[in-house]
């Protein structure tokens, strides 16, 4: 996957893309499950996955806040995943990552209907804000919206090492996808 903007890690904040039919007055509010995956790519084909089902939502019906702690992340490695939040992402000093976007950023899809989108919003990554674009799906069920995002990193753009371990060093661009529902 190729870069809309480029921009890093499991921020992903991830976090990310949405859309909602706001009614008048109502806040949203996550329910059910969400996830957040982040793939990293390096030499010979390896892929580095994370993920996290730690997701954080606030609305103040104005802007949309998606918050990833990332001392939760895991990509099935203890070592690695003690590398990634210790010496990388610095979790101590930066414990989340935040997507804020606002709500005039995004279309909402009527009841039953089902959007793709692209938008601007703010990515927070190891104390760096940058705007960035993500690309969206939302659909409305009548009662949930099921929302997913996607969105480029560079770890460059936000001041992360890149990682490397034994020689091996992963590309700087790291994809982010995330899920998860709202209601009114």
Do not use: C, W
């Not at 996550?30 to 010979?44: I, M, N, Q």
């Not at 996607?150 to 700087?172: F, S």
Request: aromatic share 6%; net charge positive; charged share 25%.
């Amino acid at each position: 996957m190729r870069s809309l903007a480029r921009s890093t890690l499991p921020t992903a904040t991830v976090a990310l893309g949405l859309t909602t039919a706001v009614v008048a007055g109502a806040a949203l509010v996550k329910t059910g499950s969400s996830r957040l995956e982040f793939r990293a790519k390096g030499p010979v084909g390896m892929t580095i996955i994370g993920k996290t089902s730690d997701l954080e939502i606030a609305d103040d019906k104005k802007t949309l806040v998606v918050k990833v702690p990332l001392q939760h992340l895991k990509t099935g490695i203890g070592l690695r995943d003690r590398h990634m939040k210790e010496k990388y992402l610095q979790v101590d000093r930066y414990p989340d990552a935040r997507l804020s976007v606002g709500h005039s950023a995004l279309r909402f899809p009527t009841e039953g209907a089902t959007l793709k989108g692209t938008a601007i919003g703010r990515l927070t990554l190891h104390g760096v804000g940058r705007n960035v674009h993500f690309r969206y799906k939302a659909r409305n069920t009548g009662r949930v919206y099921r929302v997913e995002g996607l969105l480029y990193v560079n770890m460059h753009d936000y001041g992360i090492r890149v990682p490397t371990y034994l020689g091996v060093t992963v590309k700087p661009d790291v994809d982010v996808k995330v899920e998860f529902q709202l209601k009114q």
